[in-house]
């Protein structure tokens, strides 16, 4: 099985996983495990929670994909893979948008600082968190710099990755399962850019 095909599964299995997901919770109240994580996370952390879920809105992140655009251009490594993070980031979020009004499931009651009017299955903040850190993550590993460096950078998106998700549960914007969902969709995603990515990889040396 080659690399691509391997990458294409993963994003099968992930999409897949996130559609049952959406049919257990479609339209339902908050389930026993998203009780349990709010009781554990509602409120804790509340201010860097909030500055966590605004970094996952577009103002930040397209000043922050221009920066890691620009280190690629300057480095000549990884250029590609950022523009098919961008453009996955966006696509990502227009579908997230439909698939909210497909499950169509209700925000949980409890709301701290921000009130939002869309459904909550799956995560938008997620799926960024995935999508677009995530595979930040992924080019910094891969940058010309020193080793130091590339892991400091490539576990400092993780982290924040983390942190974008969690404040989700911890403002009251999402159940713990909505942002499981958004996990799972922004999985795919990034398994698709992966694909894409080795794909070229692959067929660059074919054509010269």
Not at 70 to 75: D, E, F, R, S
Not at 134 to 144: N, S, W
Not at 162 to 174: D, Q
């Given at each position: 099985m080659t690399t691509p095909l391997r990458w294409a599964l993963a994003a099968l299995l992930a999409f897949a996983a996130f559609l049952g997901l959406g049919a257990l919770v479609a339209r339902k109240p908050p389930l026993g495990a998203d009780v349990e994580a709010a009781d554990l996370w509602l409120g804790r952390g509340t201010e860097a929670a909030w500055w966590l879920t605004q970094s996952g809105?577009?103002?930040?992140?397209?000043?922050?994909?221009?920066?890691?655009?620009?280190?690629?251009?300057?480095?000549?490594?990884?250029?590609?893979?950022?523009?098919?993070?961008?453009?996955?980031?966006?696509?990502?979020?227009?579908?997230?948008?439909?698939?909210?009004?497909?499950?169509?499931?209700?925000?949980?009651?409890?709301?701290?600082?921000?009130?939002?009017?869309?459904?909550?299955?799956?995560?938008?903040?997620?799926?960024?968190a995935v999508v677009f850190y995530?595979?930040?993550?992924?080019?910094?590993?891969?940058?010309?710099i020193?080793?130091?460096?590339?892991?400091?950078?490539?576990?400092?998106?993780?982290?924040?990755?983390?942190?974008?998700?969690?404040?989700?549960?911890?403002?009251?914007?999402?159940?713990v399962t909505d942002v499981l969902g958004g996990v799972l969709f922004g999985t795919a995603w990034f398994c698709v850019v992966a694909a894409v990515d080795a794909l070229v990889r692959e067929r660059r040396p074919a054509r010269a």
């Open positions: 809105y577009g103002i930040f992140l397209a000043a922050l994909g221009l920066l890691a655009l620009g280190v690629t251009i300057v480095l000549h490594t990884g250029v590609r893979r950022t523009l098919l993070i961008v453009a996955a980031q966006v696509a990502s979020q227009a579908a997230t948008g439909g698939f909210k009004i497909v499950f169509a499931r209700p925000r949980p009651d409890h709301w701290l600082v921000r009130h939002e009017p869309a459904f909550s299955y799956p995560s938008g903040h997620a799926v960024t995530c595979g930040l993550a992924a080019v910094a590993l891969g940058l010309p020193p080793r130091a460096a590339r892991l400091v950078a490539g576990f400092a998106l993780v982290g924040w990755a983390i942190g974008v998700a969690w404040s989700r549960v911890a403002l009251g914007a999402h159940n």
